[in-house]
């Protein structure tokens, strides 16, 4: 894993998106994998920002989502993919038709899965994996349990989760919905480059067991490890808990650099 390190999430999100920028200029038509949550929020205004200004261009660009709330629809304030139209969607020169969602309204869950594991292959699989990490360590909507399904699948979601989601349905934990539709571990683990973004103290300890902790499915996260090119850029706050030397090729000054 390669860690980076920065005084202030405003750095962070930064360097999230220009790695992404970067990609889209090496790479026009990558194909990134994107999450919702508070994480990525700068990260996604940055974004909006460089392509305003001529430094990403999205127009070969395709996404896929990680997650999405089962039983509400595209429109629902509090679906993952009405947070992506208002947060960079509607703001950038994406190709509609190169954006991919889960269809939590489906009539048939279980085919909705299938189809898209398959949309990822026929695409070439995912060049860039954004992550954010739950407190509690899941990844997506990969909660920690005894089992994990390594592809895309149908989620029952821990109560933390309901209640971390509640903003979006008028506060109201009981509002929001018990099951999702994710990813995979092993979906994800499949991405050619993978980039976490953690922030603040809530995910210290979870930053910490998914760097050196053991390979569990009590903690999906620590999953990670066995990728090949994980990239984790941290706050001070959530890096709080890991130990000098990081591991070898990370960077912890100031600037993330
Ligand atoms: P957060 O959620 O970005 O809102 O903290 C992260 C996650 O649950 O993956």
């Known amino acids: 894993m390669h860690i980076r390190i920065f005084?202030?999430?405003?750095d962070l999100a930064r360097a999230a998106a220009q790695r992404v920028a970067e990609l889209l200029q090496r790479t026009p038509n990558a194909v990134l994998g994107?999450?919702?949550?508070?994480?990525?929020?700068?990260?996604?205004?940055?974004?909006?920002?460089?392509y305003a200004r001529g430094a990403a261009d999205f127009s070969h660009a395709t996404t896929f989502n990680l997650d999405e709330?089962?039983?509400?629809?595209?429109?629902?304030?509090?679906?993952?993919?009405?947070?992506?139209?208002?947060?960079?969607?509607?703001?950038?020169n994406l190709d509609l038709s190169?954006?991919?969602?889960?269809?939590?309204?489906?009539?048939?869950?279980?085919?909705?899965?299938?189809?898209?594991?398959?949309?990822?292959e026929d695409r070439g699989g995912?060049?860039?994996?954004?992550?954010?990490?739950?407190?509690?360590?899941h990844i997506g909507f990969n909660e920690p349990a005894d089992?994990?399904?390594?592809?895309?699948?149908?989620?029952?979601?821990?109560?933390?989760?309901?209640?971390?989601n509640a903003a979006q349905f008028g506060g109201d934990p009981t509002r929001v919905p018990h099951e999702a539709l994710s990813m995979g571990m092993g979906t994800i683990l499949k991405a050619r480059a993978v980039l976490l973004l953690a922030m603040g103290s809530r995910k210290a300890h979870c930053?910490?067991?998914a760097v050196?902790?053991?390979?569990?499915?009590?903690?999906p996260a620590s999953f990670l490890q066995t990728h090949r090119a994980v990239e984790l850029l941290l706050d001070r706050q959530a890096a709080a808990l890991l130990r000098e030397p990081l591991p070898t090729g990370s960077v912890s000054s100031g600037s993330g650099r």
């Open 34 to 50: 994107l999450a919702t949550g508070r994480t990525p929020l700068e990260t996604y205004a940055e974004l909006r920002r460089s």
């Open 126 to 137: 995912i060049d860039l994996q954004l992550l954010g990490i739950g407190a509690n360590g």
């Open 147 to 164: 089992e994990l399904i390594a592809s895309t699948h149908r989620v029952m979601l821990h109560e933390t989760t309901r209640r971390d």
């Open 69 to 92: 709330f089962v039983g509400i629809d595209r429109t629902h304030p509090g679906s993952f993919r009405r947070y992506m139209d208002m947060k960079l969607f509607d703001e950038v």
């Open 7 to 10: 005084d202030t999430s405003d």
């Open 98 to 120: 190169r954006i991919h969602f889960l269809d939590g309204m489906a009539s048939d869950l279980g085919a909705e899965c299938v189809r898209y594991e398959r949309a990822i």
């Open 212 to 219: 050196y902790g053991p390979l569990t499915t009590r903690l």
């Open 207 to 209: 930053v910490e067991r």
